[in-house]
C-alpha cells in the first residue's frame, strides 16, 4: 500500500518538473517573469543606447550568441 503512494507521488513530482520548468528556466529564483510587451517596450528604450545595450547584456551575464540572437529577434519585432 505504501509502494502504491510513494510511487505515485514520485511520478506526480516528475511530471510537476516537467510542468514548470519551462515558466522557471533560464530565472533567477524569486524573480517575476516579463511579458513579451514589457520586453519590446525595454528594447525600444535601450536600441538606440550602445551604453544601456551593454549594461543591459552585462546584467544578464550575456554570452555573444545571446546577445545576437536577442537582437536578431528584437530587430525581427519577434518576442524574446
Given amino acids: ?11 506526480y513530482a516528475a511530471g510537476l518538473d516537467e510542468a514548470v520548468k519551462a515558466e522557471v528556466l533560464n530565472r533567477d529564483l524569486g524573480s ?14 535601450m536600441k538606440d543606447s550602445p ?16 546577445m545576437v540572437q536577442y537582437l536578431v529577434k528584437m530587430n525581427k ?3 524574446p
Fill in 77 to 79: 519585432g519577434e518576442n
Fill in 32 to 45: 517575476v517573469k516579463v511579458s513579451p510587451q514589457q520586453r519590446r517596450q525595454e528594447f525600444d528604450v
Fill in 1 to 11: 500500500m505504501h509502494e502504491k503512494t510513494v510511487r505515485e507521488a514520485a511520478e
Fill in 51 to 66: 551604453e544601456h545595450l551593454a549594461k543591459f547584456f552585462t546584467d544578464q551575464k550575456a554570452t555573444v550568441e545571446e
